[in-house]
């Protein structure tokens, strides 16, 4: 892409650009998997369908890098963009926690959700919440202790916000990492060994959608192990 | 497709070759007629030449930005009713709504939609 292209294209830093270039050659990976995996070409025995998927997913995870990729690009050049509108959040987090429970159960932990029967909308981009619980509640599973874990995701009200709250039982984090969390690129030791393929940028894009939407968004270290996370949002 | 039935034809104005490559095979394989353009201005000529039913459109193109061959193929009359599905790796809402205000019909995110999903747009375009 020549540089009047990306200027065309508002692309103007360096990992913006660089996250652009790999862009084709994930549509290409991806596309070529995905006509060998459908079986298209010919029949696939167990093993080669196996290899095959778990390529699918490397490339998917590879997409979704880049992706926060230029997310964080955005922020940090203000033009990360919302569109707010009515969103019923118990009715999000129960479709996400749907998607996720058969890879959660897979893991031997068990995802439980709970809200009072009228809780009110709150006034968000829908899709950059979802982000958000997604990253939460996926964390919460992934980083688990060993053996069976709970995750419990919570919506109250509270005062003029809607408050959400995921809590785990899972490896938690060391006093010396409290207040890198949010940072850029920041991952626990303890993250890397459990999950060596994160980039740690999801939960500083998750403050700065939260932030960008009215809310706030913390956590505290559970009293017996793991930890909960907390995030408000503006009621509509 | 029964064998009296005239091919589709359908246009991809794309400067990867590996892209080119995939939707070449896929769509010969569904029973299309697939030409090509890595340009462009090739794919405003070949646009006009080979009468294509569909265009697949990347934006990002040499000689000749997607935006650009979109104000041309609308402008013309020989090309002005050929839906376009935009396939690029742009993905901001400003971008689409150019794309969609300049006339091109589907707007869609390579790393976002995967391969039937796009064969599913191009066959709700087709002209019946």
């Known amino acids: 892409m020549t540089a009047r292209l990306y200027k065309k294209a508002r692309v103007s830093d360096t990992i913006s650009i660089v996250a652009h270039q790999l862009k084709n050659p994930i549509s290409v990976l991806y596309g070529y998997l995905e006509v060998l995996a459908s079986e298209d070409l010919g029949k696939l025995?167990?093993?080669?369908?196996?290899?095959?998927?778990?390529?699918?997913?490397?490339?998917?995870?590879?997409?979704?890098?880049?992706?926060?990729?230029?997310?964080?690009?955005?922020i940090e050049e203000?033009?990360?963009?919302?569109?707010?509108?009515?969103?019923?959040?118990?009715?999000?987090?129960?479709?996400?926690?749907?998607?996720?429970?058969?890879?959660?159960?897979?893991?031997?932990?068990?995802?439980?959700?709970?809200?009072?029967?009228?809780?009110?909308?709150?006034?968000?981009?829908?899709?950059?919440?979802?982000?958000?619980?997604?990253?939460?509640?996926?964390?919460?599973?992934?980083?688990?202790?060993?053996?069976?874990?709970?995750?419990?995701?919570?919506?109250?009200?509270?005062?003029?916000?809607?408050?959400?709250?995921?809590?785990?039982?899972?490896?938690?984090?060391?006093?010396?990492?409290?207040?890198?969390?949010?940072?850029?690129?920041?991952?626990?030791?303890?993250?890397?060994?459990?999950?060596?393929?994160?980039?740690?940028?999801?939960?500083y894009i998750s403050k700065a959608i939260i932030r960008l939407n009215g809310g706030e968004i913390w956590f505290e270290k559970n009293k017996n192990k793991g930890m909960t996370f907390y995030f408000t949002l503006p009621i509509a | 497709m029964t064998k009296k039935e005239k091919k589709k034809k359908i246009l991809m104005i794309e400067d990867n070759i590996f892209l080119r490559k995939l939707y070449r095979d896929k769509l010969t394989r569904e029973g299309f007629t697939f030409i090509e353009a890595t340009n462009g201005i090739e794919g405003?000529?070949?646009?006009?030449?080979?009468?294509?039913?569909?265009?697949?459109?990347d934006l990002i193109l040499p000689r000749k930005n997607g935006f650009d061959v979109l104000d041309d193929l609308r402008k013309d009359s020989r090309t002005?009713?050929?839906?376009?599905?935009?396939?690029?790796?742009?993905?901001?809402?400003?971008?689409?709504?150019?794309?969609?205000?300049?006339?091109a019909q589907e707007?869609?995110?390579?790393?976002?939609?995967?391969?039937?999903?796009?064969?599913?747009k191009i066959k709700k375009w087709l002209p019946k």
């Open chain 1, 78 to 203: 203000g033009r990360y963009k919302i569109k707010p509108q009515v969103v019923d959040l118990g009715k999000i987090c129960k479709e996400i926690i749907k998607n996720l429970s058969s890879w959660a159960r897979a893991s031997n932990c068990e995802i439980v959700f709970s809200a009072p029967a009228k809780l009110p909308n709150v006034y968000v981009d829908p899709s950059k919440i979802r982000y958000v619980i997604e990253n939460l509640i996926s964390n919460a599973v992934m980083y688990k202790s060993s053996g069976p874990a709970k995750v419990e995701v919570k919506l109250k009200k509270r005062k003029d916000k809607v408050l959400f709250m995921c809590k785990d039982n899972g490896i938690g984090i060391s006093n010396k990492d409290v207040d890198k969390i949010f940072s850029k690129f920041f991952r626990s030791e303890e993250a890397v060994m459990l999950n060596p393929a994160g980039t740690g940028l999801g939960l």
């Open chain 2, 80 to 103: 002005k009713d050929i839906p376009v599905v935009v396939l690029s790796n742009l993905g901001q809402e400003m971008d689409v709504k150019e794309a969609l205000s300049r006339g």
């Open chain 2, 107 to 120: 707007y869609l995110v390579k790393t976002e939609t995967r391969l039937e999903e796009v064969i599913k």
């Open chain 1, 45 to 74: 025995n167990k093993k080669q369908k196996e290899y095959l998927l778990d390529a699918l997913k490397n490339v998917e995870a590879m997409s979704n890098i880049v992706k926060d990729l230029l997310d964080v690009s955005k």
């Open chain 2, 44 to 57: 405003i000529n070949k646009s006009i030449t080979e009468k294509p039913d569909l265009i697949i459109l």
